[in-house]
């Protein structure tokens, strides 16, 4: 930990000597708040920038990464352009370990931005160690995960700490407000929902012989549903997410078709390329939800709102009786997102998305169960699937490829 | 495409088509009569007669011109192409005849190449004062002529859909801006969709910024895509 004159004269000797006590006021005259990174991909680079740019006072003191290669990509990275504000030193960790080291380290918050398999186990070590936590969306790809994180949200509001995840439309000022005024009834009541993320076909890292079947799934973890949870999971969950914001509740069952069309090829692994889903809430509202990676189609990442009296895309416009429409400026949320993290930080609040991007991200697994299976899916079934797809033991192994799921057919999904 | 015909007859203009087997698009380039605008002389220059379209923008990205084989394997010489878009961004803006949007400089720029070579044409950006030119006066009756502001519902519209300017081409005010690029500068021409229509002028014209890639959520940012950009497309020009 730095010490400072200031710190000495205003913090007390006292938050000097330890790093975990600065709760209440003491925080707020930390010099250096130390962030450390688990996941160094483009979004876990991404996030420690615009974590850093939420809070003068950040630096960036430990970084971990399964692969070398990515750590030492990232690191050079943040050297050369966060400058003195990157002080990693040789706090640098690779292997499937290394979030530990980094939480051994004298960290007062971590950004958690590995595939999504690994973050119900960073989250559980992260509050356990009482970090703070920023966390990437979703937070798990099966049942037992998300029971996972919701145990640790629980913990970490107990231990008054502050987390906050990466569905950055909750920190979105059009989105705020235009949310609040459906919530005050500017369109009457909620009758439907629609949600949309259709784009094209993402990025894949072509196998190397050096790797093992394990190395080339997390590499390529987009295509693999244990290490991403599919694209309804690892993608539409952000829209899934705003139709949940918008009724202040998860859905309690799920019907959903999907398929493997447009990407067959084995080096896109197992996951669906489009998944259609009905879902519905416990007064009967239904939403529908559309996601698709296919090239050469429209595309359409949206939700759509429709009330008794209008219409909206819940960020931009209301229609109807009454219309409304967003004008102004509207700040980057991914930086708003960690700016939150820091207002509940500096005031002991103990904000805590936990248990609602963990709803979000079940919800979008719900649909991913009931298209894998051909069933109807219900949020119990879902949440209290013994299911864990994670590989045991893990580690740099042989893992054959499940076949692609077929509706009525596949079994052992949930 | 009647008005088209009418308009290119009445100019006797000089039109030629580019045309892509691979998914039958295809784009009209339109010469512009020679000029002078702001003390430059204007020679020899054709100008796409719309916005760029997904379709023709798709050959390339989505390197639909190449075998598998072309596409897997490494070579030197030849020239980059966009990577995927992740955290993209087209939302809803859509796709079959609609501007091709997102479109950072170095992808215009790069496409410009790979169409050349295609081709065997010049094929590139306009100066801005070639786009000025190009794109004539300040429309009088904004309605008519572009997508802005009041009248787009806040989203690109098919090209080619309102009247077109005194040399036959479609949007250039509204829409999608344009990217036009100079030694010294570069930005967006002729205002979009998000544009006001009082702000729909020949000079109205808009300096490049990061803003443009802020909610790229990946570091490094992608030279690919403006997450931010959804405004932002490219009018080809070409120099035979």
């Not at chain 1, 980094?102 to 595939?115: N, R, Y």
């Not at chain 1, 950055?168 to 629609?194: F, P, S, T, W």
């Amino acid at each position: 930990m730095d010490i400072t004159r200031r710190q000495v004269l205003v913090g007390g000797a006292a938050a000097a000597l330890s790093s975990t006590s600065f709760a209440g006021g003491v925080f707020q005259d930390k010099p250096t708040i130390k962030v450390g990174l688990i996941g160094c991909g483009g979004r876990g680079s991404g996030a420690i920038r615009d974590n850093l740019a939420a809070e003068p006072g950040a630096v960036v003191w430990a970084v971990a990464d399964l692969f070398g290669d990515r750590l030492e990509g990232a690191l050079t990275g943040l050297k050369n352009d966060l400058k003195g504000r990157c002080q990693v030193g040789g706090r640098f960790y690779s292997g499937f370990d290394a979030y530990k080291q980094v939480l051994a380290e004298d960290v007062d918050v971590v950004i958690l931005t590995t595939p999504p398999a690994f973050r119900h186990i960073h989250f559980a070590a992260a509050v356990a160690a009482g970090k703070h936590v920023f966390m990437e969306k979703p937070v798990a790809v099966d049942g037992p995960g998300i029971r996972s994180v919701m145990a640790s949200a629980a913990l970490a509001k107990s231990k008054n700490l502050s987390v906050v995840a990466g569905t950055q439309r909750r920190h979105d000022v059009a989105y705020n407000e235009c949310i609040k005024a459906i919530k005050d009834g500017a369109m009457g009541d909620v009758l439907q929902m629609n949600c949309y993320w259709n784009q094209g076909g993402l990025w894949l890292n072509p196998r190397q012989p050096s790797w093992s079947d394990v190395e080339t799934q997390i590499r390529n973890w987009l295509y693999y549903t244990w290490v991403g949870g599919d694209h309804i999971v690892e993608q539409h969950v952000h829209n899934l997410d705003v139709c949940n914001w918008v009724m202040g509740t998860h859905p309690v069952k799920a019907t959903s078709m999907g398929g493997r069309q447009t990407r067959t090829d084995a080096a896109y692994g197992h996951v669906f390329d489009h998944f259609a889903t009905e879902y519905e809430y416990a007064n009967g509202v239904k939403m529908m939800s559309y996601c698709r990676q296919a090239d050469g189609c429209a595309s359409r990442v949206s939700e759509q709102i429709i009330g008794s009296k209008g219409q909206s895309n819940a960020n931009t416009s209301i229609k109807g009786e009454k219309n409304w429409r967003f004008e102004g400026d509207r700040p980057n949320p991914y930086v708003l997102e960690h700016g939150r993290l820091y207002k509940s930080i500096k005031a002991n609040e103990g904000f805590n998305e936990g248990v609602q991007v963990a709803e979000s991200t079940l919800t979008a697994i719900m649909g991913r169960m009931s298209a894998y299976s051909g069933e109807e899916i219900t949020w119990e079934k879902a949440l209290n699937s013994q299911v864990s797809l994670m590989p045991n033991p893990l580690g740099f192994n042989d893992l054959p490829v499940p076949p692609v799921a077929v509706p009525g057919t596949t079994k052992g999904v949930y | 495409m009647l008005t088209t015909l009418l308009a290119a007859a009445a100019l006797q203009q000089d039109i030629f088509s580019e045309t892509f087997p691979q998914n039958g698009a295809s784009f009209k380039m339109v010469r512009i009569p020679d000029g002078l605008h702001k003390g430059t002389q204007i020679k020899d220059i054709y100008a796409a007669q719309t916005e760029l379209t997904w379709e023709v923008y798709e050959v390339w990205f989505l390197q639909k011109d190449q075998t598998i084989e072309e596409q897997t394997t490494v070579r030197p010489d030849a020239i980059s192409r966009p990577s995927r878009p992740y955290a993209v961004i087209f939302t809803g803006f859509g796709h079959h005849e609609f501007p091709a949007i997102c479109i950072s400089l170095n992808s215009a720029q790069e496409f410009c190449k790979w169409l050349s070579k295609k081709t065997g044409k010049n094929y590139r950006l306009p100066t801005r004062t070639e786009w000025e030119y190009l794109a004539g006066a300040s429309p009088e009756k904004p309605d008519e002529t572009s997508w802005h502001w009041d009248n787009a519902e806040d989203t690109t519209h098919k090209i080619a859909n309102k009247k077109p300017n005194a040399f036959g081409l479609f949007d250039c005010f509204g829409n999608v801006a344009e990217w036009t690029l100079d030694k010294e500068e570069y930005g967006v021409a002729g205002g979009s969709w998000k544009t006001k229509p009082v702000d729909l002028k020949q000079e109205y014209w808009q300096p490049s910024t990061p803003k443009w890639n802020e909610a790229d959520p990946q570091t490094p940012k992608s030279k690919w895509w403006l997450a931010n950009g959804q405004f932002i497309g490219l009018r080809l020009v070409c120099t035979k």
